[in-house]
């Protein structure tokens, strides 16, 4: 056991003088070395500088130009908001705090952002950068902060935004930039392949975006949809837009519902008139109300229903049409899948109907319907199946259009056919035939006229060169002539057609 130091002291001093030099230096450095005050604390004066405050430290409204010396180790939080502190350096502390979480730099004027400012303060979660006077973001700048949930942004003057300013934010939830001068919407943020996998809310609103993606963000997910706000924008007007803004707010979707009558657009005219993006139904651009669409889906196909909810991670339950539980291991045609997604395979014909899916969390519960309409027929097989309804269509047609040319169409009269001079009972067997009312008093000419209704094989009616000949062929024509008493006559083509677009009934 060592002695205490005050008698170490005196006992080494007494033994140097029995030593020889080449001894006696080295037992004086060691005698300095205990003599060193040890470093306790910050240099940070917490009465004249800032407040302390347990693991809080505040130095806001404190007119400083640049950050305090001697930060303390213990502080989790520091406010510099409220200062002069133009220019945040590299050297602005120069060892890691690692306790620190919460830094807020707001109301600054700062403008310049060092690539390594952020070296030493890696555990931030929280980083308000808000109220400044930054015109761009470059690249990599915030690669150090891989545990940053929460990054505010709002109320600068930022015009770009470099494509790898915000790569490493694996963490990152929230991102505010609205109130800036960005004139391009960062899709990818939400979309490629470099998105930000945790982040939640993405403010773009009051910037300068006239153009938005509006089929990328149709299909995001409903979670990433519900924090995506892009309101106070020039946006020009198109029905696009309107049917996209209807449907997240009939979705109940917290970025178009919170702020509705702030969505406005640019009128394409000459006026450059703003109006609510809401009224583009009426008289404005008279765009088509939106409605919700029912998906479709044919027999034997595979169909995945997606319970898009309005948060992430949420427990899922589905209930079929007429109100059956999917439970697991049930033996059914439909499985819910880990992501909360329904597999219907393959597709009956008594699939079709209303899907429920309930989501729960602790916070929000939410019930998503999607309606499911089957078709009677498989994918492959429905052409084949319509070629067929669509040929006994056009025969049926071409029936219909040949019974009324039948029946409300004669040959031309009398008078104008060959032989016109004749006498009425001596009219052609065609006249007796075709005619709608009897003109003579010859018995055997009543006799004809109770006759019925014929409907002729258009194949029969085949004169030469595929012309239709109403009247059958000639040697009938001859035969029916003879029976009359006249002679053996031909008729023409051209007869033919007049015979088929008469006006008066034809009874055979």
Not at 120 to 145: M, W
Request: proline fraction near 5%; charged fraction near 20%; aromatic fraction near 8%.
């Amino acid at each position: 056991m060592l002695p205490p130091p005050s008698r170490a002291r005196d006992y080494l001093l007494d033994r140097s003088y029995c030593m020889s030099n080449q001894v006696r230096w080295p037992l004086y450095l060691s005698l300095a070395l205990l003599w060193l005050p040890v470093a306790t604390g910050s240099t940070l004066n917490c009465h004249k500088t800032c407040i302390c405050t347990s693991n809080i430290v505040s130095c806001s409204k404190m007119n400083l130009t640049t950050v305090p010396r001697g930060l303390p180790l213990y502080m989790a939080v520091l406010d510099l908001s409220y200062n002069d502190i133009a220019r945040l350096r590299a050297d602005w502390t120069t060892i890691k705090l690692v306790k620190l979480h919460n830094l807020l730099l707001s109301h600054n004027g700062l403008h310049f952002l060092s690539s390594e400012a952020f070296l030493y303060v890696k555990q931030l979660r929280y980083l308000d950068l808000s109220s400044n006077n930054l015109h761009q973001l470059d690249e990599f700048i915030f690669e150090p902060l891989v545990k940053l949930e929460v990054l505010l942004l709002y109320n600068n003057h930022i015009v770009q935004i470099d494509r790898t300013a915000l790569t490493g934010l694996l963490s990152l939830q929230k991102l505010y930039l609205s109130q800036n001068q960005i004139s391009r919407f960062p899709l990818e943020l939400v979309k490629d392949k470099s998105r930000l996998e945790k982040l939640s809310l993405l403010d773009v609103s009051s910037n300068r975006i006239k153009a938005l993606p509006i089929e990328e963000l149709q299909v995001l997910p409903a979670w990433i949809k519900n924090g995506l706000y892009f309101h106070n924008n020039p946006l020009l007007c198109s029905c696009d837009l309107y049917s996209l803004l209807a449907h997240w707010h009939i979705r109940r979707l917290n970025s178009v519902l919170d702020f509705k009558d702030d969505y406005t657009c640019i009128l394409p005219d000459s006026q450059k008139t703003s109006v609510r993006a809401f009224d583009l139904n009426g008289d404005w651009m008279n765009c088509s109300t939106f409605s919700e669409t029912e998906q479709e889906t044919y027999l034997e196909q595979t169909l995945l229903l997606s319970c898009d909810t309005k948060t992430r991670y949420m427990s899922k339950t589905w209930v079929l049409p007429g109100n059956v539980v999917v439970s697991p291991g049930a033996n059914l045609s439909a499985k819910v899948l880990p992501d909360g997604s329904l597999k219907i395979s393959p597709i009956r014909p008594d699939d079709g109907g209303t899907y429920t899916c309930f989501a729960v969390s602790e916070v929000l519960n939410e019930t998503i319907y999607v309606q499911v309409k089957v078709h009677n027929f498989t994918l492959n097989g429905g052409g084949e199946n319509l070629n067929t309804a669509y040929t006994t269509l056009v025969g049926c047609l071409a029936s219909v259009v040949l019974v009324i040319i039948y029946l409300y169409l004669t040959p031309c009269r009398c008078f104008c056919c060959p032989g016109k001079g004749k006498n009425h009972r001596e009219d052609s067997i065609h006249s007796s035939m075709l005619s709608a009312t009897p003109t003579h008093d010859d018995p055997a000419q009543k006799a004809d006229l109770n006759r019925h209704v014929a409907f002729i094989d258009p194949k029969d009616l085949q004169g030469q060169n595929g012309n239709v000949n109403p009247n059958g062929e000639d040697e009938e024509m001859d035969e029916e002539a003879g029976m009359l008493g006249k002679g053996r006559r031909k008729k023409s083509v051209a007869e033919s057609i007049s015979s088929v677009f008469s006006d008066t009934p034809m009874v055979v």
